[in-house]
């Protein structure tokens, strides 16, 4: 039963903090004007901040107070490692900073596009998944609701890419949802490895933190210094990480 309760737990907050990116996009259905750059940059730094915070109280300190520090490195080298290979081998196109990869003529850009998001998406809904294993019902709420909090300006920014991509308000609105459908997948994986392999969970913490700190590093924060609106993006991400960290205590 306690199996069940992590697996059918961490599939279904994956799959909520996934939805979270139809919130976002909505938007896209209403108004003519896209939000600007730097209120973009605002949002995504703010969301950065408070994924960081999750990372850091509900996935690496508990892999140091489980399985020890030594557990903690490893995971998280070999989770940022991973990412860092699928990012190498992995063709794909980032709406801003355009392709990264092996350059191929067989993939069209939209699955380019595909292959980008899911590599952002799928290790957010592992660390869902895996948060919620030996009953830290507590660190998996955190750490959905970070990821939730995140996707929904992500989802904001990705409906009004595929708009300047040329695609119609309402198949933006649903291309963006999709993207968030990846998480649940990574939610399922991730709870099914603690279920099944539960003295491992100190280190499948460190793992999805390794691959949640590799997204933010190589990815959003990136994207919000891009602009110009580096100073602006700085503090909202600080603004969201203590944010997350009082909440965090909060819940605790």
């Known amino acids: 039963m306690e199996n069940l309760n992590v697996f059918v737990l961490g599939s279904l907050a994956s799959l909520i903090a996934g939805l979270a990116t139809s919130l976002g996009a909505i938007p896209v259905l209403f108004l003519k004007k896209q939000p600007s750059e730097k209120q973009l940059d605002m949002y995504l730094a703010f969301a950065s901040g408070v994924m960081l915070a999750a990372t850091m109280f509900s996935l690496i300190v508990p892999s140091i107070d489980i399985g020890g520090p030594l557990i903690m490195v490893i995971g998280v080298v070999l989770g940022a490692v991973t990412i860092e290979l699928f990012d190498v081998f992995s063709p794909h196109e980032h709406f801003l900073k355009g392709h990264e990869g092996p350059n191929t003529a067989l993939v069209k850009k939209v ?32 750490v959905a609701t970070a990821i939730g909090i995140q996707n929904i300006p992500e989802g904001t920014a990705t409906a009004f890419s595929f708009i300047q991509a040329g695609y119609s308000k309402k198949r933006s609105f649903f291309m963006s949802t999709l993207t968030g459908l990846v998480e649940p997948l990574g939610g399922i994986l991730g709870a099914s490895l603690v279920v099944f392999m ?47 960290t009082v909440l965090d205590n909060t819940l605790g």
């Open 111 to 142: 699955w380019l596009f595909v292959i980008a998001i899911t590599l952002h998406n799928f290790p957010e809904g592992m660390a869902v998944g895996v948060s919620f294993g030996g009953e830290m019902i507590k660190n998996g709420l955190v």
């Open 198 to 244: 539960k003295p491992a969970l100190p280190f499948f913490l460190a793992f999805a933190a390794g691959a949640m700190l590799y997204v933010i590093s190589d990815e959003i924060i990136p994207e919000t210094h891009s602009h110009g609106n580096e100073r602006i993006a700085t503090f909202s991400l600080i603004v969201g990480f203590l944010l997350m």
